[in-house]
C-alpha cells in the first residue's frame, strides 16, 4: 500500500502523467532500445514496437495501476497484474531487468514532465513503479515455482514430430521432446512462446496458444501466416515475421526453441455452462480447452461459437465439429462472411457473429478469443442476456490493452 502523503501527490499528478503516458512510454522504449540494442533485437516483439502497441498496454497498465492505488480494486488489480505477469514469464522475464526499466522510464517521465517532477513527485511516483514492480516479481516468482522451473529459466528445445496445414495460410506443429520424456502438462487456454533465429540475426519471441489436450505427452500449436496487407490509403503493413518463418522454414523433423506453457485464460475449476467464442485464429485456446472437455467426457452444456471469412479459411474446422460431437451437452454455432454454398447444418449462418439467436444457460462463464471488436461484440451480448461481467474471459492475441481500459 502507498503511504498517505504518496496517495495525494499521485491524486494531484495523475491527470498529467496520464494525459503524457504515451509520450512517456514511447521516448522511454527509444533509449532503453539505444543503450540495450539486445532488448530490441532479441527479447521485445519489434512488430508490436512498430505498431505503438506494446507501448499503450505499458502506458495503459501503469495509469490503471496508479489510479487502482485511488480507487482500490482487487480484482481488477490482479487481473491487470496476472495478465501481464503470465506473459513476463513466458518471456522468463527476471527480477534484476525491473532496475533497467526503471531507469529508463524515470528518465523518460523526466524528460517529458520536466519541471512538474519535483523530489516528491518524483519519489511517489517511484513508490507506485515500485509497488507494482514488486508485486510482479512475486507473482512471476510464483508462475516460475508452480511450473518447476529456475527463476527466467523457461526455454527448452523441442523436435517437430508432424506438421499439418489447418487452412491455406494455417499450418499446425505437433511438439515432441528431444531426450523423449514427456513435455510437461499444462492448463488448457495457456500458450507458450517460440523463439525464432531471423535472417537479419534478430531473435524474435511470439506466442502460440496450445491447441492439444493437456492429457497427451505432445503439445500442439496452431500458426497462422500474416499475410502483408495494403490498406485502402495505400500504406504496407508487412508480411509478420515469425509467423511467416514457421509457416515457410519449420517442417517435421526441425528443432524449436519454446519455453513452458503460461497464461491465465484457463478453464475454470467448476461445473459452470460453458460458451466457448472464438473467431478466426482465436480458434487454438478453445480447440486446446474443448479437446481437454472431451478427453474428461464432460457433460455440462457447453455452446461453442465460431466465427470465420469462410469455410475453407476455418482452421481446424472438422476437428472443432468432431469434439462437439464426442460431447454429451455442447452445441455448435458457425458464422462465415462468404458462405457461398449453405450445406445441411442449421447452425451455420452467413455474416458476423451475434447473440440474438442464441440461447445462454444461466450460469454461464464464457472464454472469449479474436479480434477485439469480435469480443467486444460477443461480450455485450453475453452482458444483455444476464452473464456476469465476471464469468467473461478472454485472450487478446497481442498487448492487451484492454485489462486496463475502464470498465
Ligand atoms: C497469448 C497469445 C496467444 C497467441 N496465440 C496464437 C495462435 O494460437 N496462433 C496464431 O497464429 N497466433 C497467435 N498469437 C499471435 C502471435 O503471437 C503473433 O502475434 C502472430 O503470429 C504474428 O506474428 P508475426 O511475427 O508473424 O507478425 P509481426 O511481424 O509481429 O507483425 C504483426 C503485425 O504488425 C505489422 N507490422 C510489423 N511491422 C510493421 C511496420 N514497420 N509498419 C506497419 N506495420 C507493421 C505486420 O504487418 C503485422 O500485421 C498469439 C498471441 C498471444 C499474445
Ligand atoms: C513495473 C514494470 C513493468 C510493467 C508495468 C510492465 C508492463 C507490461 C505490459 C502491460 C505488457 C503487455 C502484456 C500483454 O501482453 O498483455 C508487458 C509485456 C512485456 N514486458 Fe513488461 N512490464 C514491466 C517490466 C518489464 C521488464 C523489467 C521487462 C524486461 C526487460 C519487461 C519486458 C516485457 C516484454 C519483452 C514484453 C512483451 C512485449 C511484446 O510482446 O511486445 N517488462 N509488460
Known sequence: MLSAATTETIRATLPTV???????????????????????????????????????????????FAALQLEPDQTRVD??????????????????????????????????????????????????????????IAMESRLYRDAGVAVGDVWR???????????????????????????????????????????????????????????????RITVKRVAPQTSPGGSTAPAGEVSNFLYHNVFEGDALEVTTPFGDLVLHDDDAPLLLASAGIGCTPMVGM??????????????????????????????????????????????????????????????RASLNEITVAAGTRAYLCGPLPFMLGIRQGLLDKGVAADNIHYEVFGPDSWAAAPA
Open 157 to 219: 528445445r523441442v523436435r517437430v514430430l508432424a506438421r499439418r496445414y489447418e487452412s491455406a495460410d494455417t499450418v499446425s506443429f505437433v511438439l515432441t521432446s528431444v531426450d523423449n520424456k514427456a513435455l510437461p502438462s499444462f492448463s488448457p487456454g495457456q500458450y507458450l512462446s517460440v523463439g525464432v533465429r531471423l535472417g537479419d540475426g534478430a531473435r524474435q519471441i511470439r506466442q502460440y496458444s496450445l491447441s492439444s489436450a493437456p492429457s497427451s505427452d505432445d503439445w
Open 18 to 64: 496520464g494525459a503524457a503516458i504515451d509520450d512517456i512510454t514511447t521516448l522511454f522504449y527509444r533509449t532503453m532500445f539505444a543503450a540495450h540494442p539486445e532488448l530490441e533485437r532479441d527479447l521485445f516483439n519489434r512488430g508490436n514496437q512498430s505498431q505503438g502497441d506494446q507501448q499503450k498496454a505499458l502506458a495503459g497498465a501503469i495509469a490503471a
Open 290 to 351: 474443448l479437446s481437454h472437455l472431451a478427453a474428461t467426457a464432460d457433460a455440462r452444456p457447453i455452446s461453442v461459437l465460431h466465427a470465420d471469412r469462410s469455410p475453407s479459411s476455418h482452421a481446424h474446422r472438422a476437428e472443432l465439429a468432431e469434439l462437439v460431437d464426442r460431447l454429451p451437452s455442447a452445441v455448435m454455432h458457425r458464422w462465415y462472411e462468404d458462405l457461398a454454398a449453405r450445406g445441411p447444418e442449421s447452425s451455420v449462418y452467413e455474416g
Open 79 to 136: 487481473l491487470i497484474l496476472s495478465r501481464i505477469a503470465n506473459k513476463h514469464a513466458s518471456l522468463g522475464i527476471r527480477p534484476d531487468q525491473y532496475r533497467i526499466v526503471h531507469k529508463y522510464l524515470f528518465e523518460a517521465i523526466v524528460e517529458v514532465l520536466g519541471d512538474v517532477v519535483t523530489a516528491e513527485v518524483a519519489a511517489a511516483w517511484n513508490e507506485v513503479y515500485w509497488l507494482m514492480a514488486e508485486m510482479l
